[in-house]
């Protein structure tokens, strides 16, 4: 998966696109990715007992990873993003667009 925790992402389809978040989570075996601030579900818990109350849960469910793209930290432009091989091995993420290395 090409997006990290940290990655700030700009939301491309869906309900919530245009904004911009901060990866919380990433969820690799089903392909998905949990930002802050984007996707915001409420889901309603039934009483366990007669003297309790029901409660609201508000949480950032996941988004696709198709949906999202990488926000450039320099440029703060949306980026493609690719891989190369250093001469030691290690593997890289680049910027499809300059070249650059973001990590």
Sequence with gaps: MKIKKGDTVKIMAGKDSGKT???IQILPKDM????DGVNQVI???KSQRKEEKGQRFEFFAPVDVSNVQLIDEKSKKVIRVGYKF???GQ???ISRKTGQELD
Excluded at 32 to 35: G, I, P
């Design 21 to 23: 978040g901060k990866v």
């Design 32 to 35: 998905k990715v949990v930002v």
């Design 43 to 45: 889901k309603h818990m």
């Design 86 to 88: 250093l001469e030691n």
């Design 91 to 93: 593997k890289v993420r």
